[in-house]
């Protein structure tokens, strides 16, 4: 098994772009774009909280580790579906629970 080295993201690319002019940017390897320092979630972990640590440092994508090992990489895309998909079904819930209250 071979250890994850790091990430190399959309954002890491327009910063390089933005930011780096020597060497050229076609000359850039992906160890010296990538980020190094993960951070890293577990399955077992809640999406608000993982959506909180997201927002505070600021990226979208996180490996999910389990038994030392990168399993999956969830996306702020993916959280907010499923909130969303949550939220939708919940609201549903209440509001039929509010029309048969009044029956």
């Not at 790091?6 to 160890?31: C, Y």
């Not at 999910?64 to 959280?79: C, F, L, P, Q």
């Not at 079904?89 to 009044?102: A, D, G, V, Y």
């Amino acid at each position: 098994t071979q250890a994850v080295m790091g990430v190399l993201s959309e954002r890491d690319l327009v910063r390089a772009i933005a930011t780096i002019s020597d060497p050229p940017f076609d000359q850039l390897t992906v160890d010296s774009l990538m980020t190094t320092n993960l951070v890293t979630c577990q399955p077992e972990d809640t999406l608000i909280y993982i959506l909180d640590i997201m927002r505070m440092r600021k990226f979208r994508h996180m490996p999910v580790k389990r038994d030392g090992h990168i399993t999956a990489i969830v996306s702020i895309t993916d959280i907010l579906s499923h909130l969303k998909t949550d939220a939708e079904i919940n609201s549903e819930e209440f509001l039929w629970t509010k029309f048969m209250n009044n029956l």
